[in-house]
């Protein structure tokens, strides 16, 4: 890729760096550098999305079509730089790269294929006051800039917070999301294939309780994209 003219200027006056490795870009480098991309422990679920560890996460538990991470997530490994700085330091940018990154890897997969809409998932309103943006919205509007799907973010609403997800064991997590979304606006999705888009999947019990939620609009299938799938 070409980098443009003012993209080289920019780069003169303020180097722009590697959210994972901390080294300078390239004027035609985006977010992460070529080695650190090269390097990302990538899940390839795109290949077989109808069945693969993160699938079976959400099997009999709403009517999954297909889900794919992109790479796999350790919270103490140099890559969880990108998702802290995507999520806690005024990023938005970077989310919206790596959703374009993501929909280039799983386009040639056909993952998008009878995909009619994409729902980011709902943050409350106390989380979008503090950070000034929802970066699964940031990362959706980045996979619309290759696939062309509409987005649409008022369908679903998370209605309060409760405690992080972080540190809870599984059960414990199920019960901290359960009754935590409200289907608003059902008229838009029904019928539709919806793709819920994510950062980070650790056991699924967030989605599942979003996607339980969509689910309540007739004959809505629903598939899953992720950034990142944690090892557990």
């Not at 990362?139 to 973010?153: D, M, Q, R």
Request: proline share 6%.
């Amino acid at each position: 890729m070409r980098a443009s003219f003012l993209t080289r200027v920019f780069d003169l006056i303020a180097p722009r760096v590697c959210v994972v490795c901390g080294k300078r870009l390239s004027p035609t480098e985006s977010v992460i550098c070529h080695c650190c991309h090269l390097h990302l422990p990538l899940t390839h679920y795109e290949q077989s999305p109808l069945d693969n560890p993160m699938a079976r996460l959400f099997w009999g538990l709403f009517p999954v079509e297909r889900a794919a991470a992109l790479f796999f997530y350790e919270p103490q490994a140099q890559l969880s730089r990108l998702i802290f700085d995507m999520k806690y330091h005024s990023m938005p940018d970077v989310a919206e790269d790596m959703g374009t990154i993501v929909a280039r890897q799983f386009y040639e997969a056909g993952f998008f294929d009878t995909i009619d809409a994409m729902v980011p998932m709902p943050i409350t309103r106390r989380r979008y006051w503090q950070r000034g943006y929802n970066q699964s919205t940031k990362i959706a509007l980045g996979v619309k800039e290759v696939v062309g799907l509409p987005v649409y973010t008022d369908v679903v609403k998370r209605t309060r917070f409760h405690q992080s997800q972080t540190h809870l064991h599984s059960w414990q997590r199920q019960e901290n999301v359960d009754g935590v979304f409200r289907l608003v606006h059902p008229e838009k999705i029904v019928g539709r294939h919806i793709l819920l888009i994510d950062d980070i999947v650790t056991t699924g019990a967030t989605i599942t309780a979003c996607a339980k939620e969509l689910a309540k609009a007739p004959g809505v299938r629903i598939s899953i994209l992720s950034l990142g799938l944690t090892k557990l």
